[in-house]
């Protein structure tokens, strides 16, 4: 089992709707979750960081974390062509600092 | 302007070369990162540093080198060992390693073929 989960997409959402990513983790004692934004080419940007159970809202970014499920989600309102990129989801496990990244889901937001 | 700079952003290596990427940071950030990014894979971590003068071993240190002489520059070398080291590699910064200070900002690349 990996120990994050993402599916790899593409996630195709029309202009305006709401596109939902989602990410799970196998280490139920971690506790720092991130989510980045990487355009083709390009490095991540850290959009979301989420350190305990519940919503985080920043502009039209959601993240959600349960730890008792062990998922942790994106949620992005207003969907916009910019939007359309791969979104990594990182987890550092518990007694330690390392990041584990997911393998990303791709977005693509159709105009 | 704060940020991470990393050069060169693309880089060829014949076989049997090492070769050096260089990374910096004005963040005044005490740990720094390299990761490696293949096509289909997430980031897989090579070295950290905590602080100064101290380095530790990711998950794929086997062919890489680095050195952390001072809090702003973490330079890696890909050495000759490294078989297979084609690949987009990212160095990043955090004001800590753990707790809420670990959120890790990234420079924008480096991407290493090898001819």
């Known amino acids: 089992q990996k120990e994050v989960e993402q599916n790899s997409g593409p996630l195709s959402v029309p202009e305006g709707a709401i596109a939902s990513l989602n990410c799970t983790y196998s280490?139920?004692?971690?506790?720092?979750f991130f989510w980045y934004r990487q355009y083709s080419g390009k490095s991540p940007e850290l959009i979301m960081s989420i350190y305990s159970n519940g919503d985080k809202e920043d502009g039209r970014f959601t993240a959600q974390l349960n730890k008792a499920s062990q998922y942790v989600s994106l949620l992005i309102r207003d969907s916009q062509p910019s939007d359309s990129a791969t979104y990594l989801c990182?987890?550092?496990?518990?007694?330690?600092?390392?990041?584990?990244f997911g393998t990303g889901t791709r977005l693509k937001v159709l105009a | 302007d704060g940020g991470i700079t990393q050069s060169p952003k693309y880089l060829f290596r014949k076989e049997g070369q090492n070769v050096t990427l260089s990374c910096e940071q004005n963040l005044n950030h005490d740990a720094m990162y390299w990761y490696r990014q293949d096509p289909g894979q997430g980031l897989r971590l090579i070295y950290y540093s905590q602080i100064v003068n101290d380095f530790q071993k990711g998950d794929i240190a086997e062919g890489y080198s680095v050195s952390r002489e001072k809090k702003e520059s973490f330079p890696l070398t890909v050495t000759s060992a490294q078989k297979n080291p084609t690949a987009f590699y990212l160095c990043?910064?955090?004001?800590?390693?753990?707790?809420?200070?670990?959120?890790?900002?990234f420079g924008p690349g480096t991407r290493l073929t090898v001819l």
């Open positions: 990182a987890v550092v496990t518990s007694g330690t600092y390392k990041y584990i």
């Open positions: 990043a910064s955090s004001i800590a390693t753990r707790g809420f200070y670990n959120e890790q900002f």
């Open positions: 280490d139920r004692g971690s506790q720092s």
